[in-house]
């Protein structure tokens, strides 16, 4: 059974960082495209930060670029998220995901290309 485990959530005060991790398993996602996703109250689900599977191309949404870093370590079958200088318009749930790059519709994918996800993990960003 494939499974996405997120951890790493949680409260912060702006400016303040959090460490959002992905565990895999189930198979292995070194040909896939790993990366992250948010919801945040009343707001469709948006990008945050991809990484294809050889990490030669990464993508950063405008709103988190500088602040965010992806890595991913295909040995361990993870992918992490480090958010520094939190905004409280970062509040949301943060969703783990993996997708083919065969399925990709574009560059960078959407969620609809996205073949499996975690549950979600919330952060909070108090001002």
């Known amino acids: 059974q494939v499974q996405l485990v997120e951890s790493g959530g949680g409260l912060v005060q702006a400016g303040g960082s959090l460490r959002l991790s992905c565990a895999a398993s189930?198979?292995?996602?070194?040909?896939?495209?790993m990366g992250w996703f948010r919801q945040a109250p009343g707001k469709e689900r948006e990008s945050v930060a991809l990484n294809s599977w050889s990490g030669a191309h990464i993508y950063y949404a405008d709103s988190v670029k500088g602040r965010v870093t992806i890595s991913r370590d295909n040995a361990k079958n993870t992918v992490s998220l480090q958010m520094n200088s939190l905004k409280p318009e970062d509040t949301a749930v943060y969703y783990c995901?993996?997708?083919?790059?065969?399925?990709?519709?574009?560059?960078?994918?959407?969620?609809?290309?996205?073949?499996?996800w975690g549950k979600g993990t919330l952060v909070t960003v108090s001002a």
């Open positions: 189930g198979r292995t996602f070194s040909s896939d495209t």
């Open positions: 995901a993996a997708g083919s790059p065969t399925r990709h519709s574009s560059w960078p994918p959407r969620d609809y290309d996205m073949d499996y």
